[in-house]
């Protein structure tokens, strides 16, 4: 079984609708978790951090996470097509895993 | 500030060839890292280095070392290139201290090295 689980897509969803990412993962004693997002031939970019459970807020983007269910996911509002890009899951133990990543398309 | 520089952009080594990827941050972060990435597989840690004079080995780190030649610069060095080193190479970089600090915190990314080995 992986440490970080994610779907890798591609997820397609319509401009200005709700995108809806989801991560696992295997190690209870996690603490931090991070979502990055990646345009085809660039480098991670840190969007949301999330340490305690429940939802955290920045703009369009929500974290969401449940340490009982293992489990964190990533809420788009009103997605736009510049939103297109590989999602991926970081989980942080006693180092930082990362999710192999969910491909988001938003078409116009 | 520029952030998490990294050279070069590109590289072509033959098998056996040797080279040092460099990278540098100027954010004043305690810790830096090295990753690859390949698809399918996502991103794996090679080395890292908590701060200034430790580094530790990550996931992968056959085949490489590393330097942390100060607080601001850490390099990574293939001896004998592989093809199977074929990948994308990633430096980022984190601050250190509390919850949202210290090794494996907010990790901010340089552009990447492409390198391929043939």
């Known amino acids: 079984q992986k440490e970080v689980e994610q779907n890798s897509g591609p997820l397609s969803v319509p401009e200005g609708a709700i995108a809806s990412l989801n991560c696992t993962y295997s190690?209870?004693?996690?603490?931090?978790f991070f979502w990055y997002r990646q345009y085809s031939g660039k480098s991670p970019e840190l969007i949301m951090s999330?340490?305690?459970?429940g939802d955290k807020e920045d703009g369009r983007f929500t974290a969401q996470l449940n340490k009982a269910s293992q489990y964190v996911s990533l809420l788009i509002r009103d997605s736009q097509p510049s939103d297109s890009a590989t999602y991926l899951c970081?989980?942080?133990?006693?180092?930082?895993?990362f999710g192999t990543g969910t491909r988001l398309q938003v078409f116009p | 500030n520029a952030g998490v520089t990294q050279t070069p952009k590109f590289q072509v080594l033959k098998t056996g060839q040797s080279m040092t990827l460099q990278c540098a941050q100027d954010?004043?972060?305690?810790?830096m890292y090295w990753y690859r990435q390949d698809p399918g597989m996502g991103l794996r840690l090679i080395y890292y280095?908590?701060?200034?004079?430790?580094?530790d080995k990550g996931e992968v780190p056959n085949g490489y070392n590393v330097s942390r030649l100060n607080k601001r610069e850490f390099s990574l060095r293939l001896e004998s290139a592989a093809p199977s080193q074929t990948s994308v190479y990633f430096c980022?970089?984190?601050?250190?201290?509390?919850?949202?600090?210290?090794?494996?915190?907010?990790?901010?990314f340089g552009p990447g090295t492409r390198l391929t080995v043939t």
């Open positions: 970081a989980v942080r133990g006693d180092k930082l895993i």
């Open positions: 954010m004043n972060h305690n810790s």
């Open positions: 980022a970089s984190s601050e250190a201290g509390g919850l949202a600090g210290g090794p494996f915190a907010e990790q901010y």
């Open positions: 280095s908590a701060s200034e004079g430790t580094t």
């Open positions: 190690d209870r004693v996690s603490q931090s």
């Open positions: 999330i340490y305690s459970n």
